[in-house]
């Protein structure tokens, strides 16, 4: 763990007053972070001199302050944490400051809209996130009596009237909001939870360096809400409702066995789109938890890791700390990174394919029992390398027994196995599917090629009075833009597009890329945002959550020439993150099969049913025929 400034409200004041404050929080923030941003330069200049104002009798001075405290797993960071209490009895104080000075509603209860930033999380919400972490998973914060607050100071108390009628009435009451000009309140407040203030600097700096540690007060709220966690999940995930399969519930006890005797053993389960294993990964971890065991969940997907995050915030403030990224290269804080330090019972790993070779032997090393679910044919990108022959090499390196295991059932779409099938054949070769065999899956899932987008969107608004759904596109045509939801660059579906392509021109649309994972996802697919339809997922958003019927625009990197597949031109692929669009030119056959795994995924989100545009004129014919040929 690491922050911007560790010392005391004495301290503090003098820096302020000597006009240092900003010089050394950006050195500290840069030793650690790297380089603050003009904007949280601001913050700490405009708020910490009113945090300060509700501090002003010397009697505060002794209490210890920790500013931009980074979280004992992931990499967010606490605005501000004040400390106080004696050593036989601790106390501290979450507090997330905000320079707001207007905000308005939005459809979710735990997101707000402010100008200039757009979709917010209520800050009572973030700072119990931050009161959780530190009491559930900080060795030292373990040993604190813990209160959160929010200071609003830019924000009139009439605002009031649209940050706390929607929230849930047991957070507010948790983590008060003080607006401007209530520095006196504040000030009451903290004295009466804060005072007397008898620890000393020691005391900071121990905790500021404290390890991630799952405490008992976490293992017993785990057990306690469990349930409501894995129902909170499943409903975002929505695969196959709350329960396990009897294939699924036998999976996990096997596992859970193994971790309970600390068997050296690397499982690898391998499941095809749909067979629920993100949600049978919940259920393990959360299993595995309640029975007092230290376990985490690895992810590669930032998008599917923010979604899921908040689904177990939404269920327990801070249980979201049951999860880490399994490579962070910028400050290698993944558990697949060297420098990282962690050691427990079990790690159970989701969406493996997507993991870095290197990665693997470190994450095997982590705990005696380690779980891998994945599937090859969802790889994405040139460096993802989970496959089966890595995950057998890795295990024989590090001394432990390999055991494969499979997940056979097709949960999500309602076509099942039949529709797989079908899929399958679509995008591999020319042929189709028995006629028996496709009549199993067309008797419950809808499929529909348009010839006009206008056509497609209006199809899938015919569904939102009963149903969630979703527009999907491969990520071509425009690159994306996380700051800009308009930027020309942002736009999927309009004119004029980046690239050039002109088949919106008269369609009146103007669609953007879903971009932002932290303010973005979380609306689009848990707070009924996607039914808008007037913002689209890339394949990175879609993988995880899924909605009754998806709109796919299947765009020009992908397309059917003739009575074969090829990779379509390069120029108008724009998603070289991880160079799928190098691989077009340098490895055309892995880039063809990455592509072929992006349309395998994209056509099974839906669950009911997917609808497809496609921008290619003789792609669009090739599946408007097979379609004919099943009619």
Known sequence: MASAYCGTIFELKQLYQSGQLETLFSENYRNHFGNPSPSLIRSWVNSIPELLKALPSPEFDNILVLVELRMPIGDEKADVIL??????????????????????????????????????????????????????????????????????????????????????????????????????????????????????????????????????????????????????VTEAIADTGAGLTSEQEALVEDILISATARENRVFIVQGSPGSGKSLVAIHLLLKALSKGQQTLLALRNNRLMTILRQCLNQAYPGASGTTIYSSVPRTGRGLGDVGYSWNGDLVVCDESQRFNEQNLPIIMERAPTTVFFYDESQILNPPEQGNKQNFRKYATQVGKELVELRLSAFLRCRGGEAYHSWVDTLITNSNIPSEDNTLLWQESYEVEIFDNINDMIDKLRSKTSDHKVALLASFTESRGNMNASFHKDNIRIGYPLASGLDLYKDSGLNIPWLMNPQKDYTPFWIGGKSNDLNSISSIYGCQGFESDFAGLVWGRDFVRRGDRWEVGDSRVITDNIDGLRSATISDPELAFKLLQNRYRIFLTRGMLGTFVFCEDEETREFLRDRMHDLA
């Not at 931050?130 to 924000?155: D, P």
């Not at 900071?204 to 306690?224: D, L, R, V």
Request: glycine share 8%; proline share 5%; with cysteine.
């Open 83 to 232: 400390l106080g209490g004696t050593p036989s009895n601790r106390k501290g104080v979450v507090i997330e400051l905000k320079q707001w000075s207007s905000v308005a509603s939005t459809n979710s209860n735990l997101f707000i809209s402010v100008p200039g930033l757009g979709r917010e999380k209520h800050p009572s919400a973030q700072a119990l996130n931050y009161e959780g972490k530190l009491k559930m998973l900080h060795s030292e914060g373990e040993h604190y009596s813990w209160k959160s607050v929010c200071l609003l100071h830019n924000l009139d108390s009439d605002y009031r009237e649209i940050l706390e009628p929607g929230i849930n009435a047991g957070i507010l009451e948790r983590s008060p909001i003080f607006y401007k000009g209530s520095e006196n309140h504040l000030g009451d407040y903290l004295c009466e939870h804060l005072l007397p203030a008898g620890l000393t600097l020691a005391e900071a700096s121990q905790f500021e360096n404290a390890p991630y540690k799952q405490t008992q007060s976490f293992f017993n709220i785990i057990q306690e809400n469990a349930v409501e966690i894995a129902d909170s």
